[in-house]
């Protein structure tokens, strides 16, 4: 079993930056890709971005490319996002979430999810 827990979000002005992080505990970290999901109101919860074991990351939404970025460490079991230009419409509550192998952009592939972090975008 694997716990996340999200934090660092909150009020932005439009073209601010928010670095959100994703904190684990209860199981080898190093073993799991974890993924970045937001959920706008009225909208269904998309993948926007996921880091692998490796470290490496694949974006999903093509809204955040060349904005969003972020990186992993497994010795703090810690996954941030960096969110730079930001827009009213990254507006959403951002989950991260977890599973064994390989990065995936599906909802349903992964079975650990922390409570998300709302990211609201205003001025």
């Known amino acids: 079993q694997l716990q996340l827990v999200e934090s660092g979000g909150g009020l932005v002005q439009p073209g601010g930056s928010l670095t959100l992080s994703c904190a684990a505990s209860g199981a080898t970290f190093a073993y799991y890709s974890i993924g970045w999901f937001r959920q706008a109101p009225g909208k269904e919860r998309e993948g926007v971005l996921c880091f692998s074991r490796s470290g490496g990351s694949i974006t999903y939404a093509d809204s955040v490319k060349g904005r969003f970025t972020g990186s992993r460490d497994n010795a703090k079991k810690t996954v941030y996002l960096q969110m730079s230009s930001l827009k009213p419409e990254d507006t959403a509550v951002y989950y991260c979430?977890?599973?064994?192998?390989?990065?995936?952009?599906?909802?349903?592939?992964?079975?650990?999810w922390g409570q998300g972090t709302q990211v609201t975008v205003s001025s």
């Open positions: 979430a977890a599973r064994l192998g390989l990065c995936s952009g599906q909802l349903d592939e992964y079975p650990f």
